[in-house]
């Protein structure tokens, strides 16, 4: 068994037996004792966006769900599908689903905890994220640590790796050197993401919605284009989720086990919901309630959603799914041309792609830096971009195959030690909630 088969094969163990079971218990005890916030405030979550709180933060409400977003509209929403769907079938959409809603309460109380448990730098900047609420809040220092070790982990594989080899597979194909390609990149990147959250947030708020747009009004014209198609390939999505036959040994059993493990995988890595990095991001903005920051987060994850379920749907709907010898980026790009009936599709999602991980990398790079920062303080902290940057070409050098299992597992250790924090402080979170709710019927 070599390296990436073992790995594969312990994260589809670990993410059955551990991350499976704890995302759905935390999820539906959040969701109940808040009251199901993930759809009840789901109408005031859009509208915190363009509240102006006079309060103490770095950047603005807005600008802070931007950089969110930058960080959850990446590959994962595009060439993720891809792999989702070879690896476990239709059915992985469904599951992805299930997670989205679960991980947005989950979300909702990680961001909470996130601003609650904040600090100012030196330098004047607020920095928050789990370690702070592992550590301040229930005192698990060491735990604290590791997650900002995973962290870093999952900056370099997750919002580096993974967004360029993702980028990388169409200019390949068309005949770039994905080296030099890498280069361009890092360039680019470099000379956003030096000029700290401010900037990044900045660029965000203008990339986020025009990316946004563009994919999915080319998604649902696709979508429109095939609309006698779409009722049955949301059947077969339902068939593959949930045809239980034979599970304790057949076929079918072991391939709903393969969908709901891809499902919970894929929707970690699109949606972020539940990882961690969403409170870190989240901690710079300037706000007066923790918990409108809570409720401001609520969309993210819908509007992911949307997204992927727009590339499931048309690589469903295009068959291009079955078509042997493509995989990641490529697959997508193939369906979209398919889908249109011209080169333009696939022209458009090299484009949309481009931004969507130009986007993700600015987050997370700076998610790891503050992890850093954190274990070995802010100043020193600032020299993560620097490696980051650096290490941007490698990823043009690793295997696609061997990327996602790294990435996935980076995904799966933030994602269980970040649920230690949001359990062992759900009641503050739930206490901050009902006071909250009660000073709105006051006032």
């Known amino acids: ?100 809603f679960f991980g947005a309460a989950i979300q909702y109380a990680s961001c909470i905890l996130g ?79 030096l000029g700290g959250i401010k900037r990044i947030a900045k660029f965000a708020s203008y990339i986020v919605p025009f990316k946004a747009i563009l994919y999915l009004s080319v998604s649902f014209i696709i979508i429109a284009l095939n609309a006698d198609r779409v009722l049955p390939a949301f059947g077969l999505m339902f068939r593959h989720a949930f045809d239980f036959t034979s599970v304790l040994g057949g076929v079918l059993g072991a391939g709903v086990l393969k969908a709901i493990t891809t499902g919970f995988d894929r929707g970690l890595f699109a949606t972020d919901a539940g990882t961690g990095i969403v ?45 042997p010898g493509l995989e990641s980026t490529n697959m997508v790009t193939h369906a979209f041309t398919l889908g249109l009936g011209s080169p333009i599709g696939g022209y458009i999602v090299m484009i949309s792609l481009v931004l969507f991980a130009f986007t993700t990398i600015l987050a997370w790079a700076y998610c790891g830096e503050k992890a850093l920062g954190y274990l070995i303080g802010p100043k020193n902290g600032r020299w993560f971009k620097y490696a980051f940057i650096a290490l941007i070409p ?29 359990m062992g402080l759900s009641r503050r979170v739930i206490e901050d909630s009902e006071q909250f709710i009660l000073a709105a019927k006051d006032s």
């Not at 935390?26 to 808040?34: A, K, M, N, Q």
């Not at 993210?300 to 992927?308: E, G, N, S």
């Not at 996935?408 to 030690?417: F, G, H, N, R």
């Open 1 to 100: 068994m070599d390296f990436k088969t073992l790995l594969d094969t312990l994260n589809y163990n670990f993410t059955l037996l551990v991350v499976f079971p704890a995302i759905v218990c935390t999820g539906i005890y959040l969701t109940l004792r808040l009251r199901f916030v993930q759809i009840t405030k789901l109408k005031q979550s859009f509208s915190c966006l363009t509240r102006k709180d006079q309060a103490q933060g770095n950047i603005s409400r807005f600008s802070a769900m931007s950089a969110v977003l930058a960080g959850n509209f990446g590959t994962g929403n595009i060439s993720g599908m891809a792999v989702a769907i070879v690896t476990g079938g239709p059915g992985a959409l469904v599951w992805m689903w299930v997670m989205a």
């Open 279 to 323: 409170p870190i991001l989240q901690s710079s903005a300037r706000s007066k309630d923790p918990v409108i920051d809570g409720i401001a987060t609520l969309f993210a994850p819908l509007m992911v959603m949307i997204v992927c379920t727009a590339t499931g749907l048309i690589l469903i709907l295009t068959g291009a799914w079955q078509i």
């Open 115 to 193: 601003v609650k448990y904040r600090q100012k730098t030196d330098a004047g900047e607020y920095v928050g994220g789990p370690m702070y609420y592992l550590r301040d809040g229930l005192g698990y220092k060491t735990i604290g640590a590791f997650f900002a070790l995973f962290t870093i982990f999952g900056s370099l594989t997750v919002g580096n790796f993974a967004q360029i080899n993702s980028v990388l597979l169409p200019l390949e194909k068309m005949g770039f050197n994905p080296f030099y390609c890498s280069l361009v990149i890092g360039v680019v990147v470099a000379i956003v993401i």
């Open 394 to 422: 490698v990823g043009s050098l690793i295997h696609v195959g061997m990327i996602w299992t790294l990435a996935d597992l980076a995904i799966t250790l933030m994602v269980v030690t970040n649920l230690i924090g949001v």
